[in-house]
């Protein structure tokens, strides 16, 4: 596989494992559609049972139950100055549902002044890009048969080649970049989906409206969160994402699941902590790092410059992973913490 395709699907995937990979039982209580009940057990695997025998069980939208996505939004407010920003948690991937969002949310757009999304690559100098493109290979004379168990890698190695996503070069790309192909593939493999985000959405509208764009963290912050993934983990993500993406109907089911409980505005059932479950408790420890470097260190970042949006006035619409906000962690925590008033937006 060339390059570019490489990087492009690390780039698709880079740090958003969690949006295949939940163990964790997903309840979600609609009266759009009662035809399908799905349940994740605690191995991950998910258990579908329905009354319509012609469903396509790869296509993702037929399992999607919340039609209409009323997904969970903030506004945080300096009481001292009146100063105001809004917050948007969204999913690393999106269906034909999607972006059939409620009024309120093109509202909300439609008053700020700008979007804040996580990295805007269009601020990346050209020094750092190539620190990162480079990152992705190993530079010490290992490959990846160093870094993940025997079994692991012949099993990735068949199915990215079966899928057309191996050559040669692979063998010098560090775990994560497998992880993150194997992952693309994976996804790949989920008729329905749209290759659009909402903070893509929202930037190339903001672009021809004449909004700012801004992004609320630099590239290196990507890279350390590369680096605090250890192998022994990645070892498990990536052969436990292949697992998964082996049994197309369940894996597509549960990717609805999380869809439905975004757009309920359910993020605690999507928090990050519950990704991964099914993992070995010598990986403990492992996690938790991985955690603290991806998730908590970069919600008080991101906490942050959203102070700083607040006391220099700029009222902007901050469109993050919805896991940034999930748990008793996120951002609208820290926020309030930090005594603005955070109040939650469900109209």
């Known amino acids: 596989m060339s390059r570019i395709r490489f990087f492009a699907a690390v780039s698709a995937a880079l740090i958003a494992f ?86 309120y949310v093109n509202d909300i757009y439609n008053k700020c002044s700008g979007i804040a999304i996580e990295l805007n690559m269009a601020d990346v100098p050209q020094d750092q890009l190539e620190e990162f493109y480079t990152h992705w290979v190993y530079t010490d004379g290992t490959t990846i048969q160093d870094h993940i168990s025997k079994e692991t890698y012949q099993t990735a190695r068949e199915y990215l080649t079966e899928n057309l996503y191996y050559n040669e070069f692979a063998e010098s790309n560090i775990a994560s970049g497998w992880a993150s192909q194997v992952n693309a593939v994976a996804i790949s493999k989920v008729k329905g989906l749209i290759f659009e985000t909402l903070d893509t959405s929202f930037t190339g509208k903001a672009k021809l409206d004449g909004k700012q764009i801004v992004g609320l963290e630099d590239i290196m912050t990507q890279l350390k969160g590369i680096d605090a993934c250890s192998d ?36 605690d059932a999507l928090a990050e902590e519950l990704y991964w479950g099914d993992r070995s408790h010598d990986l403990d420890d492992d996690y938790e790092a991985y955690l603290k470097v991806n998730l908590y260190e970069r919600n008080d970042s991101m906490a942050e410059k959203a102070e700083e949006f607040l006391k220099n006035g700029d009222n902007y619409l901050i469109v993050v992973g919805v896991t940034h906000f999930s748990g008793k962690k996120g951002i609208d925590d820290i926020l309030s913490e930090k005594g603005y008033k955070v109040e939650r937006i469900d109209k």
């Open 232 to 267: 022994e983990l990645l070892d498990f993500m990536i052969s436990d994402t292949i697992r998964r993406g082996n049994d197309i109907a369940a894996f597509t089911a549960n990717l609805a699941d999380q869809h439905d409980s975004w757009a309920k505005g359910d993020v």
């Open 18 to 103: 969690s949006a295949v990979s939940c163990s964790h039982k997903i309840n979600v209580n609609d009266d759009t559609d009662n035809s399908v009940t799905t349940t994740v057990t605690g191995e991950g695997e998910k258990e579908t049972a329905s009354d319509n025998k012609n469903k396509a069980a790869d296509d993702i939208n037929s399992y999607i139950k919340v039609k209409q996505a009323k997904p969970a939004m903030w506004k945080v407010t300096d009481t001292k100055t009146g100063n105001e920003i809004y917050m948007l948690g969204m999913l690393r991937f999106a269906t034909e549902y999607t972006f059939a969002m409620s009024d």
